[in-house]
Protein backbone atom coordinates (compact mmCIF):
# COMPACT_ATOMS: atom_id res chain seq x y z
CA UNK A 1 0.00 0.00 0.00
CA UNK A 2 1.12 3.66 -0.89
CA UNK A 3 1.13 6.43 0.67
CA UNK A 4 1.36 10.21 0.64
CA UNK A 5 1.90 12.18 3.56
CA UNK A 6 1.93 16.24 3.50
CA UNK A 7 3.30 18.76 6.31
CA UNK A 8 3.69 22.65 6.05
CA UNK A 9 0.07 24.12 5.63
CA UNK A 10 -0.76 27.20 8.21
CA UNK A 11 -2.02 30.83 7.98
CA UNK A 12 0.13 33.16 6.58
CA UNK A 13 0.02 37.10 5.74
CA UNK A 14 -0.54 38.50 2.47
CA UNK A 15 3.01 38.34 1.19
CA UNK A 16 4.30 36.21 3.02
CA UNK A 17 5.66 32.79 2.20
CA UNK A 18 4.97 29.26 3.54
CA UNK A 19 6.91 25.61 2.44
CA UNK A 20 5.07 22.64 1.64
CA UNK A 21 6.50 18.91 1.73
CA UNK A 22 4.79 15.64 0.70
CA UNK A 23 6.55 12.09 1.09
CA UNK A 24 5.48 8.91 -0.36
CA UNK A 25 5.71 5.48 1.47
CA UNK A 26 5.40 2.04 0.06
CA UNK A 27 6.32 -0.43 -2.32
CA UNK A 28 6.32 0.38 -5.12
CA UNK A 29 8.38 0.46 -8.76
CA UNK A 30 8.17 4.39 -9.39
CA UNK A 31 6.52 7.62 -9.14
CA UNK A 32 6.02 9.71 -12.02
CA UNK A 33 4.77 12.37 -11.67
CA UNK A 34 4.69 13.55 -8.95
CA UNK A 35 2.74 17.42 -7.94
CA UNK A 36 0.19 19.24 -5.45
CA UNK A 37 -3.25 20.63 -6.39
CA UNK A 38 -5.55 22.80 -4.14
CA UNK A 39 -9.17 23.24 -3.60
CA UNK A 40 -10.52 26.52 -2.68
CA UNK A 41 -13.84 26.68 -0.83
CA UNK A 42 -16.91 26.03 -3.36
CA UNK A 43 -14.56 25.84 -6.45
CA UNK A 44 -13.34 22.32 -8.24
CA UNK A 45 -10.16 20.82 -7.47
CA UNK A 46 -7.41 22.48 -9.52
CA UNK A 47 -3.64 21.76 -10.80
CA UNK A 48 -1.27 23.95 -9.31
CA UNK A 49 2.09 22.26 -10.02
CA UNK A 50 3.55 19.01 -10.83
CA UNK A 51 7.25 17.29 -11.91
CA UNK A 52 8.57 14.57 -13.29
CA UNK A 53 11.43 12.43 -12.13
CA UNK A 54 13.38 13.93 -14.66
CA UNK A 55 12.80 17.66 -13.74
CA UNK A 56 10.34 18.74 -16.08
CA UNK A 57 7.77 21.06 -14.49
CA UNK A 58 3.92 22.71 -15.22
CA UNK A 59 2.46 25.35 -13.23
CA UNK A 60 -1.10 26.99 -13.37
CA UNK A 61 -0.78 30.45 -14.78
CA UNK A 62 -2.05 31.86 -11.45
CA UNK A 63 1.48 30.61 -9.95
CA UNK A 64 3.85 30.83 -12.22
CA UNK A 65 6.81 32.92 -11.05
CA UNK A 66 5.64 32.87 -7.01
CA UNK A 67 5.59 28.97 -6.84
CA UNK A 68 8.48 26.63 -7.18
CA UNK A 69 7.73 22.78 -6.81
CA UNK A 70 11.30 20.57 -6.41
CA UNK A 71 11.31 16.90 -5.95
CA UNK A 72 14.07 14.44 -4.40
CA UNK A 73 13.49 11.00 -6.37
CA UNK A 74 15.81 9.43 -3.82
CA UNK A 75 13.35 10.68 -0.95
CA UNK A 76 10.56 10.34 -2.85
CA UNK A 77 9.96 14.00 -1.77
CA UNK A 78 8.23 16.67 -3.36
CA UNK A 79 8.25 20.30 -2.01
CA UNK A 80 6.04 23.53 -2.61
CA UNK A 81 8.04 26.59 -2.23
CA UNK A 82 4.90 29.47 -2.13
CA UNK A 83 6.52 33.03 -2.28
CA UNK A 84 4.02 36.52 -2.37
CA UNK A 85 0.99 34.29 -1.19
CA UNK A 86 -1.73 36.16 -2.47
CA UNK A 87 -5.08 35.69 -0.48
CA UNK A 88 -6.43 33.95 -3.50
CA UNK A 89 -4.13 31.05 -2.56
CA UNK A 90 -6.30 30.38 0.17
CA UNK A 91 -7.20 26.69 0.02
CA UNK A 92 -6.93 22.90 0.93
CA UNK A 93 -3.72 21.48 -1.14
CA UNK A 94 -2.95 18.30 -1.57
CA UNK A 95 0.06 15.96 -2.78
CA UNK A 96 -0.43 14.58 -5.83
CA UNK A 97 1.57 11.43 -7.37
CA UNK A 98 1.38 8.45 -9.92
CA UNK A 99 2.38 5.28 -8.71
CA UNK A 100 3.82 2.40 -10.57
CA UNK A 101 3.57 -1.02 -9.34
CA UNK A 102 6.20 -2.76 -12.18
CA UNK A 103 7.55 -0.86 -15.44
CA UNK A 104 4.66 -1.40 -17.29
CA UNK A 105 2.34 1.51 -18.06
CA UNK A 106 -0.52 -0.35 -17.05
CA UNK A 107 0.55 -0.31 -13.53
CA UNK A 108 0.22 3.08 -12.97
CA UNK A 109 -2.23 4.42 -9.99
CA UNK A 110 -3.19 7.39 -8.83
CA UNK A 111 -3.31 8.73 -5.54
CA UNK A 112 -3.63 11.75 -2.88
CA UNK A 113 -2.71 13.14 0.31
CA UNK A 114 -4.97 13.83 3.18
CA UNK A 115 -4.60 17.42 2.59
CA UNK A 116 -3.45 20.58 4.03
CA UNK A 117 -4.64 23.73 4.63
CA UNK A 118 -2.90 26.98 3.51
CA UNK A 119 -4.69 30.16 4.78
CA UNK A 120 -3.28 33.35 3.54
CA UNK A 121 -4.95 36.79 5.25
CA UNK A 122 -5.18 40.05 3.66
Known amino acids: QVQLVESGGGLVQAGGSLRLSCVAS????????MGWYRQAPGKERELVATITSGGSTNYANSVKGRFTISRDNAKNTVDLQMNSLKPEDTAVYYC????????????????WGQGTQVTVSS
Open 26 to 33: GRFFSINP
Open 96 to 111: YAQFFRTSSTYSRSDY
